[in-house]
Structures are given as C-alpha cells and as structure tokens.
C-alpha cells in the first residue's frame, strides 16, 4: 500500500448518521495510507456506533466531551485542531452543516470546527429530501464560501428507502478526496488577511478605473511579445474597489480569469488600446494602473514574416509605449487619487520613489517580482506602499488582501480629503 498520506494527521469528526459505520473504514484505509487520525464523535454519532470501535481502530482516544477536564488537559481543544492538517467531517449531516455554516460551537465537534486554522473537508450524508431543501443548499454554499470542500453525496438507494443524491461518498472516494485537499493546501488565510477583508473601507458612490493583466504587442498578423502577468493582482484590486461599493472599470490586457463580479470589463490587447480604453473611461475618482504594460511595441509588419523575408532572424524595430499611468496623473481632470505599481527585482523601495515622482502618483505598490518570489502568477505577494511621507512595509498576504490595503489607503485618502475641505 503507497503511503500517500505519510506524516499526514488527519482529525476526523464522525457526525450521527446511519452512514457513520463507513467512517470506520475510513479511518482503516487513512491509517493504511500512513495518516495518523483523531476522532471526534458528536453525542448523535455514538448512537449509530460507539467510541470503543475507534478506539481499536486508531489506538488513540476518542474526543466527545467539550468540558471534559481530562481531555483538556490531555489536549485543550484548540491544540486539537491546530494539531491537525486536515479536518474531515463524515458524514456530516444536515443537522452538523447547519451548526457549522452558523459558526456555532454548542459541542466539541463545531468548536473544533469554528476555532480551527484549516479548511474542512465534509462528506455530507442525509435523506434525499432534506439535501434537496433550500436550507441545506443555503448552509452548503455557506459553507463553501468559507472555504470548504465536498465530497458526495452519491445518488443511490438509502437506508430510509428513497432514492437519489443523499448517501455518504465511499470511503475510498473520501481518501482521494483527503489527498487532493492536501495536495491543494489546506491552511485558511491568515488572521491578518482575514481583518483586512473585513475592514475593507467604502468607496461607495466612487467611480474606479483599474489596469491589469499583460498587454499583447504585435509582431506580425500572427505573433505577438507578451510578459507573464497573469492579472491576479488587477483583478483582485478592481473586485476590492467593487466590494467596497465603487463603479468599477476593469481594462483587462489578455487574462485566462473570469471577469471579476460587479465590474465593468473592457478587454484590450495591446498597450494603445489599453490607453485608449483608460482615456475613454475618465473621469474617475481613482486610477490604479496594475497592469505590466509592455514597454515597448514593435513596428508591425503588415504580413507574416517569412523566413524567407530575411537573410537570416529578423531584427524587430521596437518603439516606445505610451505610458498610460504618467497619461492619467498629468491628464486635465486628473483623477483624485492615481496608483501605480512598480515590479522591481532591486533597490525595490528606492526605484517605487522614482517612479512615484516621474510618474506623478499619490501612492506606488512596490513589489519585489526577482527569481523565487513566485509573485507573477502567483497567489500571493510583498510589497512596500510608497508614499510621499512614507514607506509602509506589508507582511507577505494573498493578492485580494493586498487589494483591500490598496483600497483602504484610497478610501482613506478620500475621507481625509473631505475632512480638509471641511
Ligand atoms: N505603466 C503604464 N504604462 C506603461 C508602462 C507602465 O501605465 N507603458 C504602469 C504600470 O501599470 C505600473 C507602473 O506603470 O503601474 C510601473 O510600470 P513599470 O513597467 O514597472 O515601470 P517603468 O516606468 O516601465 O520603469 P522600468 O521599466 O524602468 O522599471
């Protein structure tokens, strides 16, 4: 048996459904992979099968009692869960989805649940009619916002003699399920980055003109020079302003994400047609120029080049792009607040100042993008917020949470404005 999950620890929280006899070959066939597995029985499951059974299975004890002063002392339950790699909750049951999508913690189980720093992973089991109500569906999506995983239910008969989606996944399905979870990275975000999310300030009634993505410049009819921007970082920015309550318009060079929600996209190509597509968006409140505009272009051959063309590779004649972030900052009814980036791979801060001056921004995200950094494409990123005044050093956080610093300093920026006119 390949021992896939090898130093793995699993924390399996066997909710009380009739299907919580599979989750003793669960925990066999996790075990037999090399994970080591924690029970936690809610009072329910061990009307359906008793603790003794896990027990025997995992040689460990069985957790049940949220105030039990042994097993607090033993383990408190918050070590429990952090102890862990990964949750899973099989079968979670109607009744175990709904305390868990509300965040209660009336029992061990939801507090593990509630104070855990990793994403859970549920196998739900219950009648057909009762995963079918709108309730369940609403916990469901609940609890998928939050960052959980499903796996099942499967379709089938069940053991109340209905049939269709309702039956807890095999235990075999939920062990692939396990590995791809933790193939994924289970960790939530940092707490760090979740107060971000939920400070982010209001930028309602703002209109926000966002850059990203890459831009594409022609060679000939059918080749192009692009940069490895992948937009997230863009994309993230213009879903923050929108969150925060802007009207927000995204330019997006050529990205594989989906259109953020809430935002009026507009997809360009090249760096001219970005420009274009900015200017035509004016007026705005605010101008954050992401995108890895290409420095250059190419003077475009009107045909394919042919091999044949030249005696040997072809030179390409490059010329100089608008630069559209200097275009808005010196535009007339210039926006009040314009933000740039600087990708640098030196002398990070020291460059983002330059830039701030030459280009005439109120704010440059400075962020080191060298070999190893994983920035581009990434989902993560470091950066330095370069003022005038100030340089403020951000710990590393996910692209949306350094979008809602970004958005923060802008709504900040505006109320300080107001409370100056006052
Ligand atoms: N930018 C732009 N238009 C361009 C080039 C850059 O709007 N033609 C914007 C980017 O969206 C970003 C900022 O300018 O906000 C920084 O771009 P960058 O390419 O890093 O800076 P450059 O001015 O090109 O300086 P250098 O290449 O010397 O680092």
Redesign the pocket.
């Known amino acids: 048996m390949a021992q896939s999950l090898a130093g793995k620890r699993i924390l399996l929280i066997v909710g009380g459904g009739v299907a919580a006899y599979k989750s003793l070959d669960l925990v066999r066939r996790l075990r037999e992979r090399g994970a080591g597995v924690s029970v936690v029985m809610t009072a329910a499951a061990k009307e359906f099968v008793t603790p003794l059974s896990f027990v025997s299975l995992t040689n460990a004890p069985v957790y049940d009692d949220l105030f039990s002063p042994t097993d607090e002392q033993e383990m408190g339950h918050i070590q429990l869960s952090r102890a862990a790699d990964l949750i899973v909750v099989a079968p979670a049951t109607a009744h175990l989805l709904a305390r868990a999508a509300q965040g209660l913690c009336d029992d061990l189980a939801t507090t593990l649940l509630l104070a855990t720093d990793k994403r859970a992973l549920y196998a739900p089991s219950m009648n057909v009619r009762m995963w079918a109500h709108p309730a369940t569906q609403r916990n469901l999506a609940r609890l998928h916002g939050d960052g959980a995983w499903f796996v099942g239910p499967n379709s089938g008969e069940m053991a109340c003699g209905e049939f269709g989606p309702g039956r807890m996944a095999e235990p075999l399905e939920i062990v692939a399920a396990v590995e791809a979870a933790l193939a994924q990275g289970a960790d939530l975000p940092p707490v760090a980055d979740l107060l971000c999310i939920t400070t982010a300030a209001s930028l309602a009634g703002r209109h926000v003109v966002v850059?990203s993505g890459p831009?594409h410049e022609a060679i000939d009819p059918v080749r192009f020079i692009a940069n490895r921007s992948s937009g997230k970082q863009g994309h993230a920015v213009a879903q923050a302003a929108a969150r925060a309550g802007a009207r927000v318009t995204l330019i997006s060079g050529p990205v594989t994400l989906p259109d953020p929600p809430g935002c009026r996209t507009i997809h360009v190509e090249s760096?001219q047609e970005?420009?274009a597509a900015?200017m035509a968006a004016l007026p705005a409140d605010a101008f954050?120029?992401?995108?890895?505009?290409?420095?250059w272009r190419v003077a475009v051959a009107p045909q394919k080049i042919k091999k044949d063309d030249a005696a040997g590779a072809p030179a390409l004649a490059l010329v100089?792009?608008?630069?559209?972030?200097?275009?808005?900052a010196r535009a007339p009814g210039r926006p009040q607040i314009v933000?740039?980036?600087?990708?640098?791979t030196q002398n990070v801060v020291a460059?983002a100042r330059d830039?701030l001056l030459?280009?005439g921004?109120d704010l440059?995200?400075a962020n080191d993008v060298g070999e190893g950094s994983g920035v581009f494409g990434g989902d993560s990123n470091v950066a330095h917020l370069v003022t005038r005044e100030a340089i403020d050093t951000l710990p590393k956080m996910s692209k949306a949470a350094l979008a809602d610093r970004i958005v923060a300093f802008i709504a900040g920026s505006f109320s300080s404005a107001r409370g100056e006119n006052a």
């Open positions: 850059t831009t760096a970005m420009l900015t954050i120029g992401v995108a890895a505009v290409a420095d100089e792009n608008p630069d559209i972030l200097a275009t808005v933000v740039g980036f600087a990708a640098e460059h830039k030459r280009k921004c440059v995200v």
